[in-house]
Structures are given as structure tokens and as C-alpha cells.
T-cell receptor, first 110, second 115 residues
Framework: DAKTTQPNSMESNEEEPVHLPCNHSTISGTDYIHWYRQLPSQGPEYVIHGLTSNVNNRMASLAIAEDRKSSTLILHRATLRDAAVYYCILRTFGNEKLTFGTGTRLTIIP | GAGVSQSPSNKVTEKGKDVELRCDPISGHTALYWYRQSLGQGLEFLIYFQGNSAPDKSGLPSDRFSAERTGGSVSTLTIQRTQQEDSAVYLC?????????????FGSGTRLTVV
């Protein structure tokens, strides 16, 4: 599977937008970009995924670069409950295994 | 149910004993996955079930580990002759269908401690 690169940690103020970047320069044409987050002592939680176009759901937005070599998860208004480790993962067609990297630990400052 | 349910939530066992971990996926989800997460580590794939197809067992770390999925629904992960290195959080996930275009729903996990 193609690899992703994320910053180890980020901080953001409460009630402000958060932009979490992910680089995936070796992405292939059929790879989907998935984001999960893991709150302390919980299992991972699906956030959003996309292929080429930007995506919005009730949790977040996903902005995908035109060349698909990078993407950004956008939390529009961070709350303390958004403090978690965020994982950017590429899902390859035909491969059912998720490969989690080290993710970005997001800290929300009250 | 509304989510993926795993039981027990915590299990402490003595080295050498067998343990069974249970997963109830979301009703109607055809794909079921087991992962484990050791302290401070990332998720490690163990096994994947899809419908009535033969499971993908390529992630099972040894022949002490086995899993089954009965009736396309509930799954049980069995660890025989547990070792201390088996201590981890065992996570189950399900997906409506397999494929990169679908997301997983994870359970809260079973924390296994081998003493």
C-alpha cells in the first residue's frame, strides 16, 4: 500500500477551524483516502473518505489536491471532544487491510 | 444493534490459558475484521471475513490464534495457550461491504491482559 505522511502533533484553539494535512505522493489512481480518529481508550472512529472530489459530512470536510498527492481534513469548529489521534489511510482496491501509521495527535486548547 | 459490540470489555487471564473474544457486528454488514493494538502501537490486522468466502487469515501471528464467524454474523477470536506478548486491545470492525469505497465501524475493543 502507498504510504502517508502526517505531522506527529498539532494544537488548535477551541471553536476554531482545524486543518490536518496528509501527504500521499505515491497514491495510485484507485486508492481511496480515508480518515479515522481514535479518542483515548476507544476504538478508531470513521471520519470521512474520498477519491478525487472534495467531500463533506456532518463531522468534517475532506479537501483533496488536484494531483491527489495530498489531502486535508478540515474540522470546521473544533471542540474539546475532537482531541484525538487522526489517521490518514489509503485504501487500495482489492486490499481489505487498513494500515494505520502513527497519525497526528490533535490537542484542543480551551 | 446500532454499533459493533465486543465482549468482554476487559479480560485478565493467566499465561497458558485459552481465551475467547466475541464480536457482534452491525446487522447487515457483510465484512468483518479483527485487529489488535498493543500499548502505544498502531493497529495490526489479524483476519478478515466476507460473507461465506474463506477468511483472509494472513495477519494471524501464530497458530495459537483462530477465528470463526457463524451464520455470517457473530465472530469469535480464540487465543490458545496465551502468552504475555498477546496482551493488547483486540478490536473488531464491520463494513456494509468490502472495498475501498466503504468505511469501517469499530467496536470499543477487548483489553486482554495476560499475567
Amino acid at each position: 500500500d502507498a504510504k502517508t505522511t502526517q505531522p506527529n502533533s498539532m494544537e488548535s484553539n477551541e471553536e476554531e477551524p482545524v486543518h490536518l494535512p496528509c501527504n500521499h505522493s505515491t497514491i495510485s489512481g484507485t486508492d481511496y483516502i480515508h480518515w479515522y480518529r481514535q479518542l483515548p481508550s476507544q476504538g478508531p472512529e470513521y471520519v470521512i473518505h474520498g477519491l478525487t472530489s472534495n467531500v463533506n459530512n456532518r463531522m468534517a470536510s475532506l479537501a483533496i489536491a488536484e494531483d491527489r498527492k495530498s489531502s486535508t481534513l478540515i474540522l470546521h469548529r473544533a471542540t474539546l471532544r475532537d482531541a484525538a489521534v487522526y489517521y490518514c489511510i489509503l485504501r487500495t482496491f482489492g486490499n481489505e487491510k487498513l494500515t494505520f501509521g502513527t497519525g497526528t495527535r490533535l490537542t484542543i486548547i480551551p | 444493534g446500532a454499533g459493533v459490540s465486543q465482549s468482554p470489555s476487559n479480560k485478565v487471564t493467566e499465561k497458558g490459558k485459552d481465551v475467547e473474544l466475541r464480536c457482534d457486528p452491525i446487522s447487515g454488514h457483510t465484512a468483518l475484521y479483527w485487529y489488535r493494538q498493543s500499548l502505544g502501537q498502531g493497529l495490526e490486522f489479524l483476519i478478515y471475513f466476507q460473507g461465506n468466502s474463506a477468511p483472509d487469515k494472513s495477519g494471524l501471528p501464530s497458530d495459537r490464534f483462530s477465528a470463526e464467524r457463524t451464520g455470517g454474523s457473530v465472530s469469535t477470536l480464540t487465543i490458545q495457550r496465551t502468552q504475555q506478548e498477546d496482551s493488547a486491545v483486540y478490536l473488531c470492525a464491520s463494513s456494509l461491504y468490502p472495498g475501498a469505497e466503504y468505511g469501517y465501524t469499530f467496536g470499543s475493543g477487548t483489553r486482554l491482559t495476560v499475567v
